[in-house]
T-cell receptor, first 114, second 109 residues
Framework: GENVEQHPSTLSVQEGDSAVIKCTYS??????FPWYKQELGKRPQLIID?????GEKKDQRIAVTLNKTAKHFSLHITETQPEDSAVYFC?????????????FGPGTRLSVLP | EPEVTQTPSHQVTQMGQEVILRCVPI?????FYWYRQILGQKVEFLVS????????KSEIFDDQFSVERPDGSNFTLKIRSTKLEDSAMYFC???????FGPGTRLTVT
């Protein structure tokens, strides 16, 4: 089955700097890759996603890149702010239809220091 | 963003008891998911539900678990004969992009 690894497990950056979180997946059939932000004690929230027919997607300060050949995808946050501090989870899923098994990475705890 | 609500927010039960966790998506969705998250660990997929049927389930989702959509709106997760290790946050998600509910914290004592 699919296995998703995520690095680093913890990341501290100064406010205004960029943060990069990387994930690798094992199943080449995976074709949808969402990223979730989970603040302490709250639900995971979808912040950005990318499908396998796209190499990069950007939404304001957040971007995601996908390298299908290498089977890895990354989350990039620019101009980090203290409110970006949270645990970030990547996930991978496959299938033509939704309702497929989403496999989550172990998470990255991001701390943005003022 | 469509809203998903879950009840109860916190459930305490004794080992061996049965619990039912409820999820109510505000918008009309076809896809539903249940996840669990043990404290401090990653989100784990349990089951997906489409068109009133289980679409896929993980190895965690054994005979102890069942899902239903009894009245066309509520989506429930039943856990029979709870064990201590079932203590976790249980999240429902709805829609293709999986909008998560606020979760139910289950504590088995």
């Amino acid at each position: 089955g699919e296995n998703v690894e995520q690095h680093p497990s913890t990341l501290s950056v100064q406010e205004g700097d960029s943060a990069v979180i990387k994930c690798t997946y094992s199943d080449s059939a995976s074709n949808y890759f969402p990223w979730y932000k989970q603040e302490l004690g709250k639900r995971p929230q979808l912040i950005i996603d990318i499908r396998s027919n796209v190499g990069e997607k950007k939404d304001q300060r957040i971007a995601v890149t996908l390298n299908k050949t290498a089977k890895h995808f990354s989350l990039h946050i620019t101009e980090t702010q203290p409110e970006d501090s949270a645990v970030y989870f990547c996930a991978a899923s496959f299938g033509d239809n939704y309702g497929q098994n989403f496999v989550f990475g172990p998470g990255t705890r991001l701390s943005v220091l003022p | 963003e469509p809203e998903v609500t879950q009840t109860p927010s916190h459930q305490v039960t004794q080992m061996g008891q049965e619990v039912i966790l409820r999820c109510v998506p505000i918008s009309n969705h076809l896809y539903f998911y249940w996840y669990r998250q043990i404290l401090g660990q990653k989100v784990e997929f349990l089951v997906s539900f489409y068109n009133n049927e289980i679409s896929e389930k993980s190895e965690i989702f054994d005979d102890q678990f069942s899902v239903e959509r009894p009245d066309g709106s509520n989506f429930t997760l039943k856990i029979r004969s709870t064990k201590l290790e079932d203590s976790a946050m249980y999240f429902c998600a709805a829609g293709a992009e999986q909008y998560f509910g606020p979760g139910t914290r289950l504590t088995v004592t």
